[in-house]
């Protein structure tokens, strides 16, 4: 549910946000809602960006790892018999990084549990696909 509230800002940027919500396409009320709700967090956990992924929005972790998401570290980390040093060595990142997103996690363990359900559901996905092409080349090998 959403509430209204008003807000102030100065004409330049005011003019910028409107320009890049029609770019995207999106309504510049949910692209203030997206950036305060990201500011915010990002806030709190230093560590954590936002980027956009095919599958939408996504928490990440910064700087020197821009590939890296935090639904990669949780992954990693239940993986690794939730060993923080494990999925550092694993992920070749510092186990502070590893940490932070723990953090990161136990804020807001439904969202990422979620994403994180949605990101291993199209790595089946594409895993399907790969074998379904494989065994049609192998088809087309075997048939000449």
């Known amino acids: 549910m959403t509430t209204p509230f008003s807000l102030r800002m100065d004409?330049?940027?005011?003019?910028?946000l409107t320009t890049h919500a029609e770019r995207l396409e999106v309504n510049a009320s949910k692209l203030v809602n997206r950036y305060v709700k990201e500011g915010l967090r990002m806030d709190k956990h230093p560590a954590i960006g936002f980027k956009t992924t095919a599958q939408g929005r996504?928490?990440?972790?910064?700087?020197?790892?821009?590939?890296?998401?935090?639904?990669?570290?949780?992954?990693?980390?239940?993986?690794?018999?939730?060993d923080a040093g494990k999925t550092a060595r694993y992920l070749h990142i510092p186990e502070d990084e590893v940490q932070a997103v723990?953090?990161?996690y136990a804020d807001y363990r439904d969202e990422v549990d979620r994403d994180l359900q949605e990101h291993l559901e199209?790595?089946?996905n594409y895993k399907r696909v790969l074998e379904h092409r494989e065994a049609q080349a192998r088809r087309r090998v075997a048939n000449g």
């Open 58 to 82: 996504r928490a990440a972790v910064l700087a020197a790892h821009p590939g890296l998401q935090v639904v990669d570290v949780i992954g990693t980390f239940r993986a690794e018999a939730q």
């Open 102 to 104: 723990l953090r990161y």
């Open 11 to 16: 004409e330049e940027t005011r003019d910028e």
């Open 122 to 124: 199209t790595q089946r």
